[in-house]
Nanobody
Framework: QVQLKESGGGSVQPGESLLLSCAAS??????MAWFRQAPGKQREGVAA??????NESNIARGRFTISQDNAKNTLYLQMNNLKPGDTAMYYC?????????????????WGQGTQVTVSS
């Protein structure tokens, strides 16, 4: 089972950007995704990429971009124009189930998370 480690979170002001990274311990699985969870709220899918094909949720569309570097076994999430509502713990996840996209029940490897806080 691949090990995942996120980095890049932090505290920013509204309108600023962050680049999250997720390093995988082994070859990139079929699908990788970013999920987030705010205190008191359910986990929600942000963006996923399966066999090189990205899929972004309504949360992400127009502001966030998911990408991966297979040579570095690293997944990225470029987040622009951040809003206070984006404040959450962001998790990287991996799945060997084809076309898992934002089905969190199909992901069996999870990182520890990286905190993103957006506040003025």
């Amino acid at each position: 089972q691949v090990q995942l480690k996120e980095s890049g979170g932090g505290s920013v002001q509204p309108g600023e950007s962050l680049l999250l990274s997720c390093a995988a311990s082994d070859r990139m699985p079929l699908c990788m995704a970013w999920f987030r969870q705010a205190p008191g709220k359910q986990r929600e899918g942000v963006a996923a990429i399966c066999s090189g094909n990205p899929n972004e949720s309504n949360i992400a569309r127009g502001r966030f971009t998911i990408s991966q570097d297979n040579a570095k076994n690293t997944l990225y999430l470029q987040m622009n124009n951040l809003k206070p509502g984006d404040t959450a713990m962001y998790y990287c996840a991996a799945s060997q189930v084809e076309w898992s996209y934002l089905r969190d029940d199909l992901y069996n490897s999870w990182g520890q998370g990286t905190q993103v806080t957006v506040s003025s």
